[in-house]
């Protein structure tokens, strides 16, 4: 298993990286890795399972696979050097082993044979499931406990997710998922949802040791850059032409000299209640998040 993961699949994150302390680095990179992990299991990703050091498992269906992950993981059991790293991690940090349970139940959903979201209600739930356990679980090695700034980092990964979701409908759509509608209002739609839940988790970066937070920044910004140029495409056909959207490295460059201007207008934000109250509200109809927070 090759142990960066992180620089091989996401170069914006990785980008972001740079501004990070090595200690932080190295947690981050533990973190994207067990998760890239089952998420490409879930993908069935070939490149990728031929990497499984366990080579017995390979010939299993993904959710087998993933499975298998997961007993290990309630068992405390070293499977493997990534599931073992994760452990450790997990202990240092004392972050509540329930999330865990959550990423698992968002990325056995992406097993079905054929994936169907049919409200807004399922949509934040497999977002939160799938990248909002992410944003805590950084956030719980950034230090963060505030809870308001908890629920943005929550909301940081929502927004990604959705990101992710409005990119990938072609992609997902060859993979018996469908998230949202392959139409372009549906993915106007989902780039406008994903805007509130970054403006969210604006003010939640504050909350972070000075020395972390433009790494986090600089992530957030050009992430979103994504959603802004999926916009310009303008309509379907257009949208359908361009091919996977991504943020070249120009492009990163000025996304992150303008997060200086972010840095700055945070020194000067306050931080307040969390304001997405309703949309929280909605997912914990299934999930109690304040027992992750």
């Given at each position: 298993?090759?142990?960066?993961l992180?620089?091989?699949?996401?170069k914006s994150?990785?980008?972001?990286?740079?501004?990070?302390?090595?200690?932080?680095?190295?947690k981050?990179?533990?973190?994207?890795?067990?998760?890239?992990?089952?998420?490409?299991i879930a993908?069935?990703?070939?490149?990728?399972?031929?990497?499984?050091?366990?080579?017995k498992?390979?010939n299993?269906?993904?959710?087998?696979?993933?499975?298998?992950?997961?007993?290990?993981?309630?068992?405390?059991?070293?499977?493997?050097?990534?599931?073992?790293?994760?452990?450790?991690?997990?202990?240092?940090?004392?972050?509540?082993?329930?999330?865990?349970?959550?990423?698992?139940?968002g990325?056995?959903?992406?097993?079905?044979?054929?994936v169907?979201i049919?409200?807004?209600?399922d949509?934040?739930?497999y977002?939160?499931?799938?990248?909002?356990?992410?944003?805590?679980?950084?956030?719980?090695?950034?230090?963060?406990h505030?809870?308001?700034?908890?629920?943005?980092?929550?909301?940081?990964?929502?927004?990604?997710?959705?990101?992710?979701?409005?990119?990938?409908?072609?992609?997902?759509?060859?993979?018996?998922?469908?998230?949202?509608?392959?139409n372009?209002?549906?993915?106007?739609?989902t780039?406008?949802?994903?805007?509130?839940f970054?403006?969210s988790s604006?003010?939640?970066?504050?909350?972070?040791?000075?020395?972390?937070?433009?790494?986090?920044?600089?992530?957030?910004?050009?992430y979103?850059?994504?959603?802004?140029?999926?916009?310009?495409?303008?309509?379907?056909?257009?949208?359908n032409n361009?091919?996977?959207?991504?943020?070249?490295?120009f492009?990163?460059?000025?996304?992150?000299?303008?997060?200086?201007?972010?840095?700055?207008?945070?020194?000067?934000?306050?931080?307040?209640?969390?304001?997405?109250?309703?949309?929280?509200s909605?997912i914990?109809?299934?999930?109690k998040?304040?027992?992750?927070?």
């Amino acid at each position: 298993m090759k142990n960066n993961l992180l620089k091989k699949y996401a170069k914006s994150f990785y980008w972001a990286g740079f501004f990070l302390t090595s200690e932080i680095y190295d947690k981050s990179l533990i973190i994207y890795n067990y998760c890239r992990t089952l998420d490409d299991i879930a993908d069935s990703n070939p490149e990728f399972i031929d990497e499984i050091e366990n080579h017995k498992y390979t010939n299993k269906k993904s959710k087998e696979i993933l499975q298998t992950y997961k007993t290990y993981w309630r068992n405390k059991s070293d499977f493997d050097s990534v599931t073992k790293d994760m452990y450790e991690l997990f202990e240092r940090e004392k972050i509540s082993r329930i999330i865990i349970e959550d990423l698992f139940d968002g990325l056995e959903s992406d097993c079905q044979e054929k994936v169907e979201i049919n409200s807004e209600k399922d949509l934040l739930i497999y977002c939160y499931r799938v990248a909002g356990t992410v944003g805590l679980m950084m956030s719980k090695i950034l230090n963060v406990h505030d809870k308001n700034s908890l629920k943005g980092a929550i909301d940081l990964g929502i927004a990604m997710q959705l990101t992710n979701i409005a990119r990938d409908v072609i992609e997902d759509k060859k993979m018996g998922r469908r998230y949202i509608d392959h139409n372009f209002e549906s993915i106007v739609k989902t780039i406008k949802m994903a805007e509130i839940f970054y403006n969210s988790s604006f003010q939640a970066i504050k909350s972070i040791p000075l020395k972390y937070r433009f790494s986090i920044i600089v992530a957030r910004r050009i992430y979103r850059e994504i959603g802004h140029k999926i916009m310009r495409k303008k309509n379907i056909t257009n949208y359908n032409n361009s091919g996977k959207v991504y943020v070249s490295s120009f492009e990163k460059i000025v996304q992150t000299l303008l997060s200086i201007s972010d840095l700055i207008k945070l020194a000067f934000t306050r931080i307040e209640n969390h304001k997405l109250g309703q949309e929280h509200s909605i997912i914990m109809e299934e999930i109690k998040l304040n027992e992750r927070i």
